[in-house]
């Protein structure tokens, strides 16, 4: 997969660094469910982590800032009657979180504010959910929020179905019928179209607002579990999965293409699942292993994964979350974070980081970033309005001033902004290619 002679690339040298011990997140409760989701999500400011508890389902809410060795006790997100299996944070507000159980509900709950796991009161108070999405027949193992437009959710279900939930109004208006149980789902980044992997070995991109497949074609051939990540504005996504010989594999697939481009590639003969994650920042797909310590990453150029590095460590992780890149260091040139589960008793940050000595801010490793702005309110998503939310310059956050704002490389006609300077469409062209080019220009 990765080519003979060396390619120029500013990512070739990304490497993953632990976190000292004492700034990790210890005392730990993670759910022993073996259902396969990530167990844990990540967002600017807090960590969802899938919590072993008795008396029903629970997850927690760790404040990134609260690192160490956690209290015994500590306020819990209790309401499910049977454990929760997936969490998801809202894309534009951080302090609202969606959680899956198998009690077949969605519950949507808002993070207190000054939230702490610190507290002097004898009884520690739980935190109760806002709202209750019901509508499934049996246990929901996945949700995940629409990128692009506001309040917009997807839960996948052992009732075979996904349903899209406007969480303004607890309405499901759309659904999409698969014949078995979905094992992953991911949108694209304007939100419009969804791509699922199931038990039943197909893979479909889904038309969500026409509730109909636009792409359905054999997947991985193995009996473990598929995932499936959507490559952020390319129309293009990746799949991990097991051949029937049980070797990992890795495919990339075009909406509407039968066959994967390139065919399926074997990463190796480990039996966890891999789990995929994309970063639209540096065009690099990560593959954390369910089970091994490995994070192997790759970058797309051309219709290919170039193999960069993997960042390789003794201890296993069972669930692993990504952070949005709005929320990187740019300081320490840190393009990627990663926060994985050890023991099923701590959590470890890894930084993906460029080595550089730079001491300004640099441009060229950190285009702009999706913000917190979203394209379309939930009604006019329903509508049929598509757009990407607008991204946020790093350069600001850098410097320390409010977020300044610059135009996504593609907007609806409608959504005509003021021209963009010539110094910010430089920086963009640093890797933004929208729907006009496929492939990374280096």
């Given at each position: 997969?990765?080519?003979?002679?060396?390619?120029?690339?500013?990512?070739?040298?990304?490497?993953?660094?632990?976190?000292?011990?004492?700034?990790?997140?210890?005392n730990?409760?993670?759910?022993?469910?073996a259902?396969?989701?990530?167990?844990?999500?990540?967002?600017?400011?807090?960590?969802?982590?899938?919590?072993?508890?008795s008396g029903?389902?629970?997850?927690?809410?760790?404040?990134?800032?609260e690192?160490?060795?956690?209290?015994?006790?500590?306020?819990?997100?209790?309401?499910?009657?049977?454990?929760?299996l997936?969490?998801?944070?809202?894309?534009?507000?951080?302090?609202?979180?969606a959680?899956?159980s198998e009690?077949?509900?969605v519950?949507?709950w808002?993070?207190?504010?000054?939230?702490t796991?610190?507290?002097?009161?004898?009884?520690?108070p739980?935190v109760?959910?806002?709202?209750?999405?019901a509508?499934?027949?049996?246990?929901?193992?996945?949700v995940?929020?629409?990128?692009s437009?506001?309040?917009?959710l997807a839960?996948?279900s052992?009732?075979?179905?996904?349903?899209?939930?406007?969480?303004?109004?607890?309405?499901a208006?759309l659904?999409l019928?698969?014949?078995?149980?979905?094992?992953?789902?991911?949108?694209?980044?304007a939100?419009?179209?969804l791509?699922?992997?199931?038990?039943?070995?197909?893979?479909?991109v889904?038309?969500?607002?026409q509730?109909?497949?636009?792409?359905e074609?054999?997947?991985?051939?193995g009996?473990?579990?598929s995932r499936?990540?959507w490559?952020?504005?390319?129309?293009?996504?990746?799949?991990?999965?097991?051949?029937?010989?049980?070797?990992r594999?890795?495919?990339?697939?075009e909406?509407?293409?039968?066959?994967p481009?390139?065919?399926f590639?074997?990463?190796?003969?480990?039996?966890g699942?891999?789990?995929p994650?994309?970063?639209?920042?540096?065009?690099?797909l990560?593959l954390a292993?369910?089970?091994?310590?490995n994070?192997?990453?790759?970058?797309?150029?051309?219709?290919?994964?170039?193999?960069?590095?993997?960042?390789?460590?003794?201890?296993p992780?069972?669930?692993?979350?990504f952070?949005?890149?709005?929320?990187i260091?740019?300081?320490?040139?840190?393009?990627?974070?990663?926060?994985?589960?050890?023991?099923?008793s701590?959590?470890?940050?890894?930084?993906?980081?460029?080595?550089?000595?730079?001491?300004t801010?640099?441009?060229?490793?950190?285009?702009?970033?999706?913000?917190?702005?979203?394209?379309?309110?939930?009604k006019?998503w329903?509508?049929?309005?598509?757009?990407?939310?607008?991204?946020?310059?790093?350069?600001?956050?850098?410097?320390?001033?409010?977020?300044?704002?610059?135009?996504s490389d593609?907007?609806?006609p409608?959504?005509?902004?003021?021209?963009?300077?010539?110094?910010?469409?430089?920086?963009?062209?640093?890797?933004?290619?929208g729907r006009r080019?496929?492939?990374?220009q280096?």
């Amino acid at each position: 997969m990765s080519g003979r002679f060396v390619r120029a690339s500013k990512y070739r040298h990304v490497f993953g660094k632990p976190t000292r011990k004492d700034f990790c997140y210890d005392n730990i409760h993670i759910s022993r469910n073996a259902w396969d989701t990530n167990l844990i999500k990540a967002n600017p400011e807090y960590l969802s982590v899938n919590w072993d508890s008795s008396g029903g389902g629970a997850f927690a809410v760790i404040p990134l800032n609260e690192r160490g060795k956690l209290p015994d006790q500590i306020p819990l997100f209790r309401g499910h009657t049977a454990a929760v299996l997936d969490t998801d944070w809202h894309p534009f507000n951080d302090r609202f979180i969606a959680s899956a159980s198998e009690d077949g509900k969605v519950f949507l709950w808002e993070v207190p504010e000054d939230f702490t796991l610190y507290t002097d009161a004898e009884e520690i108070p739980n935190v109760a959910p806002v709202s209750k999405l019901a509508g499934h027949s049996r246990k929901v193992g996945q949700v995940l929020f629409n990128p692009s437009a506001e309040n917009i959710l997807a839960s996948a279900s052992g009732d075979y179905t996904i349903k899209i939930w406007d969480v303004t109004t607890g309405q499901a208006p759309l659904a999409l019928p698969h014949g078995d149980i979905v094992q992953s789902l991911t949108w694209n980044a304007a939100g419009s179209m969804l791509a699922t992997t199931s038990r039943d070995k197909k893979i479909r991109v889904w038309d969500v607002r026409q509730e109909k497949p636009v792409h359905e074609a054999p997947g991985h051939a193995g009996a473990k579990n598929s995932r499936a990540v959507w490559m952020g504005e390319h129309n293009r996504f990746a799949t991990t999965g097991f051949s029937k010989m049980s070797e990992r594999q890795i495919a990339l697939w075009e909406p509407g293409n039968p066959e994967p481009i390139g065919g399926f590639s074997m990463i190796d003969s480990i039996s966890g699942v891999c789990m995929p994650f994309w970063d639209d920042g540096s065009n690099c797909l990560y593959l954390a292993g369910k089970g091994d310590g490995n994070i192997r990453y790759y970058e797309y150029e051309n219709d290919k994964f170039e193999f960069l590095s993997e960042y390789k460590s003794p201890d296993p992780q069972r669930g692993i979350a990504f952070l949005p890149r709005r929320g990187i260091n740019v300081h320490e040139n840190e393009v990627m974070r990663a926060y994985k589960t050890v023991n099923d008793s701590y959590i470890e940050p890894i930084s993906f980081t460029v080595p550089r000595r730079a001491e300004t801010f640099q441009a060229d490793i950190f285009p702009p970033a999706i913000g917190t702005k979203p394209a379309c309110t939930a009604k006019e998503w329903l509508d049929g309005k598509t757009g990407i939310p607008s991204k946020i310059d790093l350069e600001s956050v850098y410097e320390g001033t409010a977020p300044k704002e610059v135009a996504s490389d593609y907007k609806a006609p409608a959504q005509s902004t003021p021209s963009t300077p010539k110094a910010e469409v430089k920086r963009q062209r640093g890797g933004r290619g929208g729907r006009r080019r496929h492939h990374l220009q280096l």
